[in-house]
């Protein structure tokens, strides 16, 4: 059988259909934003790129000890395209999967995915609560508290930026400006 292209209607059911956590879902959106935005400074797949980071966490809630294997399983039994299945599991390579990000889609979701929870962490802090004002600056003043946001591995945006050839800062920067595009969705505005 062929696969077919997911819509965003699509991805978002499936996410739900896998997923109660309101956390995680506003994760998912977090990270679909920063996807689009990334998508449209790249000249890329807005569309593609935001289903992507709808998706990418799949399988977690139900499936956290066989993060990114499930979520490969579940979209394959659903005949989405390779591109989109090889996409979403390369975000866990080194931790969960071999699977390297190879294209700029995968870099990219590489990169940010962590980011954008460490950037959550930082709003949230803020007597705003609200990524409308959180600076660049700011970020990374917490990133060097290593008890701050102590789960958010930053090897792995740093490895994400080396990655896509970006300066960590410029990095921190796009992933705001991508969250402040959503921030009403995921409750940061």
Not at 127 to 150: C, I
Request: hydrophobic share 40%; glycine share 6%; net charge negative.
């Amino acid at each position: 059988m062929d696969s077919y292209i997911p819509t965003r209607e699509q991805a978002f059911q499936l996410l739900k259909e896998y997923n109660s956590n309101d956390s995680l879902i506003k994760h998912a959106l977090a990270v679909e934003g920063t996807m689009q935005y990334m998508a449209r400074k790249y000249d890329e797949d807005e569309a593609k790129w935001g289903i992507l980071g709808l998706i990418h966490d799949l399988d977690y809630e139900q499936f956290p000890d066989q993060h990114c294997i499930k979520t490969k399983e579940i979209l394959e039994e659903r005949r989405w395209p390779e591109e989109y299945i090889r996409a979403a599991i390369s975000h866990g390579w080194g931790i969960c999967t071999d699977v390297e990000p190879l294209s700029l889609m995968e870099k990219t979701l590489y990169a940010v995915d962590e980011l954008t929870g460490f950037i959550t962490a930082c709003a949230l802090v803020r007597p705003s609560k609200s990524v409308m004002d959180l600076k660049s600056k700011s970020v990374r003043k917490k990133w060097k508290q290593k008890h701050f946001a102590a789960g958010v591995d930053r090897t792995i945006i740093e490895k994400g930026a080396q990655m896509l050839g970006v300066e960590l800062n410029d990095l921190i920067s796009d992933v705001i400006s991508g969250m402040r595009e959503i921030a009403d969705q995921i409750n940061l505005k």
